[in-house]
Each structure stands twice: as structure tokens, then as C-alpha cells.
């Protein structure tokens, strides 16, 4: 008794995995077309095919507008077609097992509205407040720091910048306290081989002012004359001969000193 009911049990397992076998087995294909509402073939058109799996088959149009799935489920599933410029279109699909489905599709116009993009002309470097800068920076006589680079490198300090370049020594203070800059003199002489460096702001003096009174990100440009023999004319003065830096800031805000 107990095996007869074993072997029943068995059979209809076996019975029902030829029968899951055979589901599974079932295919169709499908070889379709795809047009707009004027007869033209439509090529490159999306044709998303939705059996159940978690990402749909895809299938593209070809220049004659045929696109095709060599193998898919049997059954009924949802089709999505689209392109670019068109209704997109979203239906059923019935694929018998052992045939060819031939479906044509027909997409209509659906103008894409752009939104309006004001294009501008490239500006002048060597016109307004940064133009006597980018001539300077051009020339290659000092060394010169831009926004760019600036927002590159990303220093703490403005002081912390110019560590970066030759010739220039920034002494080293406990934090908050002014840094002292030097410079190494161009000339031959007996005095001391360091002497007061010149600082300027947007073109103007900033005596008794310090180079960190200014956050990096808030300067448009940096320039520094490491002797007399790099400053430019319209920098140069008798109190300049130890050296320059020139801050530009990119706002009027920017330049003030802080409390």
C-alpha cells in the first residue's frame, strides 16, 4: 500500500516537471516593423519587450525599420516602443509557441520643446578688471596663480600657497598669527639678504596688511615678483624692491581686511 501511493506521488512530481519543462520550452520569435504615421520606415526606435524578467529584452530598429527577438516566451507580454521626436507606444503582444509574430508598428510625431540656452560669447582676458593679469601672466616674467589652480589645489592659506614657489620663504608662525614673507634679493650687496616684501590688492598699496587676511577661495588671481628686476612698471616704486604680491579678489566684499 505504502509503495503504490509512493509511486503515485512520483509520477505526478515527474508529470509535473515535464509539464514546467515543456511551458518553459514553449518559443515563439518575433519579427517586426516599425514606421511613422507618414509609411516611413523608422530606424533606431526602442522595442522593450516585458516577459515577467526583471529587465526587459531590448531590440532596435534597423535603417529599413525591422527590428526582431530571435527566441522569446510564449505567451501574452508588454511591449514598449519609442524613439526620440515620437509618441511612445505601449501595448500587448500575444507570442504562440512555434510561430513567427509579425507586428507593425506606427509612431506619431511628438515635437521635443527645448528650453531656451543663452550662449555667450567668449570674453576678452585681457579686457577688464583681470586683463592687465592675464597680460602679465602671459609675458612669463613672475610666477602667477589663477582661480582655477587655486580652487585645485585647495590650500588652507594664501600663505600656504606660495610655499609652492622658488625663491619665496614664508616663516612660520603659530596659527592665526600673521606669516612673514621674504624674499630672496636679486642683487649683490653687504645688507641683510631678505627685506620687507610689498603687498597690493586689486592694484592697490595694502601697507601694514597681512597675506592671510584673505581666504584662498575668495581671490580671483595671485601674482608674485620675487626682485625688483621682475616687477612690472606699474608696480614698481622705491618701497617695491624687495619684492611684490599682487591679490585680486573676485568681489569688492572679498577685499576687506578681517576684524
Not at 523608422?42 to 527590428?67: K, T
Not at 641683510?192 to 597690493?200: A, D, E, G, R
Not at 579678489?249 to 578681517?258: I, V
Request: charged letters at 20%; aromatic letters at 6%.
Amino acid at each position: 500500500m505504502r509503495l503504490s501511493v509512493y509511486r503515485t506521488a512520483m509520477l505526478a512530481i515527474l508529470l509535473l516537471v515535464r509539464a514546467a519543462s515543456a511551458r518553459a520550452q514553449a518559443t515563439g520569435s518575433i519579427e517586426g516593423f516599425v514606421r511613422d504615421s507618414a509609411g516611413h520606415a523608422l530606424s533606431a526606435v526602442e522595442v522593450h519587450l516585458f516577459d515577467d524578467d526583471v529587465r526587459p529584452h531590448l531590440a532596435i530598429s534597423d535603417s529599413v525599420g525591422r527590428f526582431a527577438f530571435a527566441r522569446a516566451r510564449a505567451g501574452e507580454f508588454r511591449v514598449r516602443v519609442r524613439r526620440l521626436g515620437y509618441n511612445q507606444l505601449s501595448l500587448m503582444i500575444r507570442i504562440i509557441s512555434g510561430q513567427v509574430t509579425r507586428p507593425d508598428y506606427v509612431l506619431t510625431p511628438a515635437p521635443v520643446m527645448l528650453t531656451d540656452q543663452l550662449i555667450e560669447a567668449p570674453s576678452d582676458p585681457t579686457r577688464g578688471k583681470m586683463g592687465p593679469f592675464n597680460q602679465r601672466m602671459s609675458r612669463g616674467v613672475g610666477s602667477f596663480f589663477t582661480r582655477a589652480e587655486i580652487e585645485k589645489r585647495q590650500p588652507a592659506s594664501i600663505s600656504e600657497l606660495l610655499r609652492t614657489v622658488p625663491g619665496v620663504n614664508i616663516s612660520q608662525r603659530m596659527a592665526g598669527e600673521p606669516q612673514p614673507v621674504h624674499m630672496q634679493r636679486s642683487v649683490n650687496s653687504s645688507m641683510q639678504s631678505t627685506c620687507v616684501v610689498q603687498l597690493y590688492v586689486d592694484g592697490q598699496p595694502y601697507p601694514n596688511g597681512n597675506l592671510d587676511d584673505f581666504a584662498p577661495l575668495t581671490l580671483e588671481g595671485v601674482e608674485v615678483y620675487r626682485s625688483a628686476s621682475e616687477i612690472p612698471a606699474g608696480f614698481r616704486t622705491r618701497d617695491a624692491t624687495c619684492g611684490l604680491i599682487a591679490l585680486w579678489t573676485r568681489d569688492p566684499e572679498a577685499a576687506r581686511r578681517k576684524p
